[in-house]
């Protein structure tokens, strides 16, 4: 069947006769930050990749068998940032930029 959409919920669609609500999931965003993973959502942070995917979520909610439409050219940017005695490095992440 078709897996949950929600991030960290490991459900899979196996007819409309089964309960759904109780999709435990993360609604936040995956972090990676110096060498740790974690979601934006709990703050569980963890070093080893394997570890960060098998968190389980953070809230319970309904299922979700479909990707949301999102807004055509709306990009949702990440960023990180680090500081040294003399200088202040900002890294944007973000997909379709133009430069």
């Known amino acids: ?41 709990c703050q569980r942070k963890t070093t080893e990749f394997q570890h960060f995917l098998e968190q389980e979520g953070c809230e319970i909610g309904e299922c979700n068998w479909t990707k949301k439409d999102s807004k055509e050219g709306v990009v949702n940017c990440r960023y990180d940032w680090h500081q040294t005695a003399t200088t202040v490095t900002v890294a944007i992440y973000a997909k379709k930029y133009d430069p």
């Open 1 to 41: 069947g078709e897996s949950c959409k929600n991030n960290g919920c490991k459900r899979t669609y196996s007819g409309p006769e089964d309960n759904y609500s109780n999709c435990k999931y993360h609604p936040g965003i995956p972090v990676f930050h110096e060498g740790m993973k974690y979601w934006s959502c």
